[in-house]
C-alpha cells in the first residue's frame, strides 16, 4: 500500500541502496572559500572550553523514552549542552556548517506541506514537531549531530552512523564546475525523464543551481545532505506546492538544518505519530521502535527488506565508530577524470 497524501515518504531516500563509492585520498580536502551572509551565533563559548579532540566513542547523548517530547531541550540549551572541539573531518563542510536558514522561511515551507492529512499522522506531527524544526545553529559537522540528538532526544552516535552510510559526512562538496558530488551530498537521481520529473527538476533550479545541466532535461538528484533528506515528491502522493515537499533548499543550503530534520522525523516516528506506517504491509508499527524509524527513514517502509538491510548497516557504522577510526579524515571523492577535482562551492545559499 502506498503512502498518504501528505506522507513522509517523498522526504527519504527510496532508491535501492546502492553503497558509496569512496576512495582515500591522498590529501585532505579543503573547505570552501566562499563568502556567505550568515546570522550572529546564538551562544558565545568560551575558548577555553573548546579541545582539539573527537567525540568520545560512548557518544554524549542517550535516547530519551516515548512520552519525553513535550521535555526535550531547545535549541539555546542544546548549544551550551554539547561538547564543543575544533575537531573536523570534513573542512569542505564549513560553508554549510555556517548557515542558518531563514526560520519563517522554513516554516513557511513546512506548513504548505502539512503531513497531518487523511488520518496519517499524528496532529503533533503539524502543531508541535515541524514547527520546532529551524537549523538554527553553527559548529563542525560532529557539533551539529550533537546539536540535533540533543534536540530530539536521541543518541548521538545513531546521527553519526546514518550520516557514515548516507553521505560519508559531506554536506555538500562540489566539483569546480558547481556539480554536486554524487553519493555525497546529492544522489538518487532520476534514470528517466517524464512531465513530473521535468516539473520538480525545473522548480530546483529556482533556488540557485540548474542540476538538469548535469544529469540532463527532467533529471536531477532526488536527495540532497549529509543526511539523504529527499527532495522529491511525486505527484501520485498528494500534490505539493513547487512539486518538492518543503525541505529545499534548506536541506542543501544547511548542515544543521538537515540534521534537525532527521531528528524531528526520528523523534516523531519513535513517539508512535507516523500512523501511516502501520498500513505499509507491516502491521507492528507503534512507539518505541527506534530501529524501525531508522530503516524507514531509508526505504519509506516499515521493517521490509531494504529497510532491514540499511539497519544492518548503520549498526555497524555505530559498532565499528568509523567516524574515529585513523583514515577517516581522508575517506572521500578522489579527482575525476570528467569532472575535475573538489573545487570551491559556488553555490548561494540563499533563496531568490
Not at 182 to 196: E, I, M, N, P, Y
Not at 224 to 236: E, F, H, L, R
Request: charged fraction near 20%.
Amino acid at each position: 500500500m502506498g503512502p498518504p497524501p501528505g506522507s513522509a515518504a517523498g522526504r527519504r531516500r527510496r532508491a535501492p541502496h546502492r553503497g558509496l563509492v569512496i576512495v582515500l585520498a591522498a590529501t585532505l580536502l579543503c573547505g570552501g572559500a566562499a563568502t556567505i551572509r550568515e546570522r550572529a551565533a546564538t551562544i558565545a563559548v568560551p575558548a577555553a572550553t573548546i579541545s582539539a579532540a573527537p567525540p568520545r566513542p560512548a557518544g554524549y547523548f542517550d535516547l530519551k523514552p516515548v512520552g519525553s517530547w513535550a521535555r526535550l531541550p531547545g535549541d539555546r540549551q542544546c548549544d551550551l549542552e554539547i561538547h564543543r572541539s575544533t575537531w573536523e573531518p570534513r573542512p569542505v563542510n564549513n560553508k554549510r556548517n555556517n548557515v542558518m536558514p531563514d526560520p519563517a522561511a522554513v516554516h513557511q515551507a513546512l506548513l504548505e506541506r502539512p503531513r497531518d492529512t487523511a488520518g496519517g499522522y499524528d496532529p503533533r506531527w503539524d502543531t508541535w514537531l515541524l514547527p520546532r524544526v529551524d537549523g538554527q545553529f553553527r559548529g563542525t559537522t560532529d557539533e551539529i549531530l550533537q546539536w540535533a540528538a540533543c534536540k530530539w532526544g536521541l543518541p548521538d552516535n545513531l546521527l553519526r552512523a546514518i550520516a557514515v552510510r548516507e553521505s560519508t559526512w559531506y554536506q555538500y562538496p562540489t566539483y569546480h564546475s558547481g556539480r554536486c558530488v554524487t553519493h555525497l551530498g546529492c544522489g538518487d537521481s532520476f534514470s528517466q525523464a517524464d512531465h513530473a520529473t521535468t516539473t520538480f527538476c525545473r522548480d530546483l533550479a529556482q533556488y540557485g543551481y540548474d542540476y538538469q545541466r548535469n544529469f540532463g532535461p527532467g533529471l536531477c538528484p532526488k536527495t540532497y545532505s549529509v543526511v539523504g533528506i529527499m527532495a522529491w515528491q511525486a505527484p501520485k502522493w498528494g500534490r505539493m506546492l513547487g512539486n518538492q515537499n518543503g525541505t529545499f533548499p534548506f536541506s542543501r543550503d544547511s548542515t544543521a538544518y538537515a540534521a534537525d530534520y532527521l531528528g524531528a522525523t526520528l523523534r516523531g516516528c519513535f513517539e508512535g505519530w507516523e500512523v501511516w506506517l502501520a498500513n505499509t504491509g507491516k502491521q507492528d508499527y507503534r512507539p518505541g521502535q527506534l530501529w524501525g524509524c531508522v530503516g524507514s527513514w531509508y526505504s519509506g517502509g516499515w521493517n521490509d527488506p531494504a529497510a532491514k538491510d540499511y539497519v544492518r548497516n548503520v549498526k555497524a557504522e555505530w559498532q565499528n565508530h568509523t567516524w574515529l577510526k585513523v583514515a577517516w579524515p581522508i575517506v572521500g571523492p578522489g579527482c575525476s577524470a570528467q569532472f575535475g577535482c573538489i573545487g570551491t562551492d559556488p553555490l548561494r545559499t540563499t533563496s531568490p
